[in-house]
């Protein structure tokens, strides 16, 4: 079975500093998806970005990038200029041509100001 | 468009107790997807349902059952809550395609005790 791993219980960054989360996961499928999602303490779960596996270049959305090292299975989030709203938990998410998502742990990750 | 609804917010039960969890979509999406989070467990997956008349166990199936009513709507019954079943529990919703990502309701927190 697929599983994710964010080996990250927590971390912390300085406002207007960056970070990265990390999400490693195990499959033996070549064709997936992986997701970064979101959960403010509001507890919606909001997709921040999206990986297709058989893409050479990495996803960037706005201050958001991933790092996606499909041979090391390693899927990480970078976060630029951190704001306070960033302030959440993250998860890393793998979904692969079966209808399921498999979620990790998360991070929780809080900004300083 | 709502989205993801789902209704309760918040519940408690005693131990032995039964209820249902209601979510609907407008979305028209095909897949549905009951999931529970647990802290230090991400989200697991409880059922789901790929299309309108079919279910399928996911992770953590055991003392819950579904209905998938009709395209828009989702159920999810807990027959004899135990104590064990505390948790926040999340309906989401896709499109059948594994790159699409899913859509999450605002959770339910339910508490037995």
């Known amino acids: 079975a697929q599983t994710v791993t964010q080996s990250q219980p927590e971390m912390s960054v300085q406002e207007a500093e960056t970070v990265t989360l990390s999400c490693t996961y195990d499959t033996s499928e070549s064709d997936y998806y992986l997701f970064w999602y979101k959960q403010p303490p509001s507890r919606q779960m909001i997709l921040v970005i999206r990986?297709?596996?058989?893409?050479?270049q990495n996803a960037t959305e706005n201050r958001f990038s991933v790092n996606f090292q499909k041979a090391a299975k390693s899927f990480s989030l970078k976060i630029s200029d951190s704001q306070l709203g960033d302030a959440a938990m993250y998860f890393c998410?793998?979904?692969?041509?079966?209808?399921?998502?498999?979620f990790g742990a998360g991070t929780r990750l809080t900004v300083k100001p | 468009n709502a989205g993801v609804t789902q209704t309760p917010k918040f519940q408690v039960l005693k131990t032995g107790q039964s209820m249902t969890l209601q979510c609907a979509q407008d979305?028209?999406?095909?897949?549905m997807y009951w999931y529970r989070q647990d802290p230090g467990m991400g989200l697991r997956l409880i059922y789901y349902s790929a299309s309108e008349g079919t279910t399928d166990k996911g992770e953590v199936p055991n003392g819950y059952n579904v209905s998938r009513l009709n395209k828009r709507e989702f159920s999810l019954r807990l027959e004899s809550a135990a104590p064990s079943q505390t948790s926040v529990y999340f309906c989401?919703?896709?499109?059948?395609?594994?790159?699409?990502?899913?859509?999450f309701g605002p959770g339910t927190r339910l508490t037995v005790t």
């Open positions: 989401a919703s896709s499109e059948v395609r594994s790159s699409y990502e899913q859509y």
């Open positions: 998410a793998y979904r692969s041509t079966g209808d399921d998502m498999r």
């Open positions: 990986q297709e596996a058989y893409k050479q």
């Open positions: 979305m028209n999406h095909n897949s």
